[in-house]
């Protein structure tokens, strides 16, 4: 079964860490694009950050640089983000995508230009304050 399927997620308080997980399955991860997003009731989803498909390049959000850090490992076919210093604003459903690479920058990938051919089902992050 295709799927992504992302934890992690919980309370905390400002200024503390989280770390997501997404655990792919049924794909060759090699291949696609990996993001996450984030979206809270009456907003539009946001892309919070993409990685390449080898890891060798990351785009942030500029909410969230120099805060949270991707990674991926193709191998164990997961994708992390490291979330420190958490703000209240940061409180959102965190969602882990996934599209087939185009071979474009990493940047075009959090653009909102490419619809995501896979989604998780996301994991709730609130930082209270």
């Known amino acids: 079964q295709v799927q992504l399927v992302e934890s992690g997620g919980g309370l905390v308080q400002t200024g503390g860490s989280l770390r997501l997980s997404c655990a792919a399955s049924g794909l060759d991860l090699q291949d696609f694009v990996m993001a996450w997003f984030r979206q809270t009731p009456g907003k539009e989803r946001e892309a919070v950050s993409c990685?390449?498909?080898?890891?060798?390049?990351?785009y942030y959000t500029n909410a969230v640089k120099g805060r949270f850090t991707i990674s991926r490992d193709n191998f164990k076919r997961k994708v992390d983000l490291q979330m420190n210093d958490l703000k209240a604003e940061d409180t959102a459903m965190y969602y882990c995508a996934a599209v087939l690479s185009r071979g474009k920058a990493t940047a075009d990938y959090c653009s909102g230009r490419y619809a995501y051919d896979l989604w998780g089902r996301g994991t709730q992050v609130t930082v209270s304050s």
């Open positions: 990685i390449s498909t080898r890891g060798f390049d990351s």
